[in-house]
């Protein structure tokens, strides 16, 4: 029998996903840090809303979030004037079981907003461990569009 390059790669992939969680495989590389979502997503100073993370998808992709901080920011074409604004900083229980849900209601800071397009950061931290068995930490950011009007 002979085998191809092509064909390889095909029965390679097969045993991956077969050895792949069904719920993992339904899961975006993006989204071993983290689902953010802001409710409602059109706001101006003053307004109260809610944030929610949901790290379904991290834990079974091997990530386990030990710190979340939120920031207001201004991810293209910033010009140097809209630097992140804090929004929360929290601690998480990295050995909670799967789904793991954080979720807060803060209100949108009366700060200088310009003409710009804004996202709600999710920078999430975690822990991984080393080659010679230390613990380090890593960050990964992903991120929710909002309007402030």
Known sequence: MKLSFST???TFAAVLAAGTPAAAQSCSEAERFGIVTVTPST???GDNFTVTANFTCAGQLGVHPQYTDYYIEVPVNNNG????ILLARRTLNASSPTPLFDEFTVQLPYAYYFNASYVVMLDTTYPETGANG?????VGSVEHNIAIV
């Open 8 to 10: 390889a790669i095909v």
């Open 81 to 84: 004037y809209e630097p992140p």
């Open 43 to 45: 706001l101006s100073p």
């Open 134 to 138: 230390s613990t380090y930490s890593v």
